[in-house]
């Protein structure tokens, strides 16, 4: 097991550019959420997934955002017409189906929009 | 509306001090609180995960404990080493309409100098 892995660490895009990322969470995990963190901020609720189940999204996510977990395994997080205010790290988490369980996180993706 | 704050937001420390990061939220129903470490650009690792139930947890030099009902949790880090030096972070697992959650603070930034 080697953790949640997200790809790619690092995603430089133009103003207007639609980029996607992928999350492979821990295998077993049915839980996973999608966090966004800006600089000197804690990282901020986007979605949570229960298995292939898209059970909440956050207001913070606009129409531009949309969020997958095809089949519950690994989810992808898809930003059209990037803007500016999207650059931030976008981080990813899987938990076991037993909220006693601990969360666990990916190295995340850093984001930055030009 | 659940919020977590953390207190102080930074922090700086000789090595070898004894000191104590304070993080306190707003709703008592929570199912557990878990403290995170992050490295500047990076993930979120996991330290320690504290219970709805339980009062304390240790691992190795760190302690954390939960006092649910005013609200408060305490991370106790023992004889501080320039290897600590990173951002801490606490967050509240909760639900609500079939939903979950992790809720942040936003963080105290610990600087332990040589």
């Known amino acids: 097991d080697t953790g949640v892995s997200q790809n790619p660490r690092h995603k430089i895009t133009k103003r207007g550019q639609n980029v996607t990322f992928r999350c492979d969470p821990i295998s077993e995990h049915n839980r996973l959420y999608w966090y966004r963190q800006t600089l000197g901020q804690g990282p901020e609720f986007l979605t949570y997934?229960?298995?292939?189940?898209?059970?909440?999204k956050s207001r913070l996510l606009s129409d531009r955002f949309s969020a997958e977990r095809p089949k519950g395994s690994f989810s992808t997080l898809e930003i059209q017409r990037t803007e500016q205010g999207d650059s931030a790290m976008y981080l990813c988490a899987s938990s076991h189906w037993d909220t006693n369980t601990e969360a666990f996180f990916g190295q995340g993706t850093r984001l930055t929009v030009v | 509306k659940q919020e977590v704050t953390q207190i102080p937001a930074a922090l700086s420390v000789p090595e070898g001090e004894n000191l104590v990061l304070n993080c306190s939220f707003t709703d008592s129903a929570i199912y557990n609180l878990q403290w995170f470490r992050q490295d500047p650009g990076k993930g979120l690792t996991s330290l320690l995960l504290i219970q709805s139930s339980q009062r304390e947890q240790t691992s190795g030099r760190l302690n954390a404990s939960l006092d649910k009902s005013s609200g408060r949790s305490t991370l106790y880090i023992a004889a501080s080493q320039p290897g600590d030096s990173a951002t801490y972070l606490c967050?509240?697992?909760?639900?609500?309409?079939?939903?979950?959650?992790?809720?942040f603070g936003k963080g105290t930034k610990l600087t332990v100098n040589p």
């Open positions: 997934f229960q298995n292939e189940a898209q059970l909440e």
């Open positions: 967050a509240v697992r909760i639900t609500q309409g079939g939903s979950e959650k992790l809720v």
